[in-house]
């Protein structure tokens, strides 16, 4: 017992003497240290901190005109953007649709004001961009993985094995692979790395969304995509916050403005990991239902669903009151950590009728 004792009164006394040499031999380099690190924040300007660095592999830098790997995203661009791809005709009128998707495993995100999050992309932002179809249409990614690890791209969906992107392990830096099928079912989809430790590849941002529409079209709608993901900032297996579309609170910020009496027609994905389900309430209101849109018809007219990891569908309704409504999880403890957000109905209907005097001129 005290032969174990002096060890590490000794042990520690080296140490000890070890550090005070360290320091006499390379006092300049301990004291840089002090100094504190620049990140870039997302309005273009810098912090410098002391502070424990979340990843210090990547987030730390003395170069002020450290900008490059910083993600600018922003939610409200993202809510409606759809990306259909390059459009060709095959020799037998089939559509192609190309599509170049780069992966990128070492991007700053500032996900909340001074929160940095060492992000993995896909064309640079998380979620990766919606990549948008119609049934029986070739889909072909040019995909390039400029990051330092592996990765692929998995979509759901139909598609041949040697299109899963899952043993066809793309090599970083600028390793390439070509996916191409019809695209199908008719519904929205997920995609994602599908690269082991597949949830670490996920829930660092690897994943969008893949919307297969009816060749016959849907009914013209204010159309819209919300990824529900969380981020896990301190890499404990959980997460510490939740969000529509990856920025905390930011619909709650910033409202969705739409209009009474038009037709809302949200593309909803649930990527949340480590949790085992989310959830999505709306207020004043009720919406129609299609369970991964695949089918026209909805299943149920509600105002909550369940969704567990990649379980997703299309929500449609329209609101008949102007007014602010809140949207969040009904899973209160995602809501208070940022999956909550607004919708501010406007009504217009005046305006409108003003519209078709001046068209028909009366
Ligand atoms: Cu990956």
């Known amino acids: 017992m005290n032969k174990t004792r002096s060890k590490i009164i000794l042990t520690s006394l080296t140490v000890i003497i070890a550090i005070s040499a360290l320091y006499v031999t390379f006092p300049e380099t301990i004291n840089a240290q002090l100094e504190g690190n620049i990140f870039a924040t997302h309005s273009g300007g810098t912090i410098t901190t002391t502070g424990v660095v979340i990843d210090p592999v990547y987030t730390t830098t003395t170069d002020p005109e450290y ?11 993202y809510l409606r953007e759809f990306n259909y791809g390059t ?3 095959l020799p037998d009128g089939t559509t192609l649709r190309e599509f170049t998707i780069i992966a990128e495993d070492d991007q700053i995100m500032e996900v909340s004001p001074g929160i940095f999050f060492n992000v993995w992309t896909f064309n640079g932002t998380v979620p990766g961009p919606t990549i948008r179809a119609t049934e029986g249409d070739i889909v072909r990614i040019n995909f390039i ?13 139909i598609h041949p094995a040697e299109m899963d992107g899952v043993f066809e392990i793309v090599g970083g830096g600028g390793g390439q692979f070509t996916y191409e099928f019809e695209a199908g079912p008719v519904g929205v989809h997920p995609y994602h790395c599908h690269v082991m430790p597949l949830e670490e590849h996920i829930v660092r941002g690897l994943y969008g969304v893949f919307i297969v529409d009816p060749k016959e079209g849907r009914p013209a709608a204010d159309e819209m995509v919300m990824v529900l993901n969380g981020l ?26 739409i209009n009474t009496d038009e037709l809302v027609r949200i593309y909803v994905v649930n990527m949340v990991e480590f949790d085992p389900i989310n959830n999505l309430h709306l207020h004043g209101n009720l919406y129609n239902y299609y369970p991964t849109g695949t089918s026209l018809v909805p299943s149920t007219f509600t105002d909550m669903i369940t969704l567990s990891q990649t379980e997703r569908g299309i929500m449609e309704f329209q609101y008949e009151f102007p007014g ?27 305006d409108k009728k003003l519209a078709e005097k001046i068209d028909h001129g009366s």
């Open 67 to 77: 900008t490059e790997a910083t993600v600018e995203f922003d939610p409200m661009e």
């Open 232 to 257: 896990d900032m301190d890499f404990d297996g959980e997460n510490n916050f939740y969000a529509a579309n990856t920025i905390p609170f930011y619909y709650q910020n910033n409202p969705i403005q």
């Open 145 to 157: 993985n400029n990051g330092a690890k592996s990765h692929t791209m998995h979509f759901h969906g």
């Open 87 to 89: 459009v060709s005709t």
């Open 324 to 350: 602010k409504y809140l949207f969040h999880a009904h899973k209160v403890e995602f809501s208070e950590k940022g999956w909550v957000g607004i919708f501010q109905v406007t009504d217009n209907s005046e």
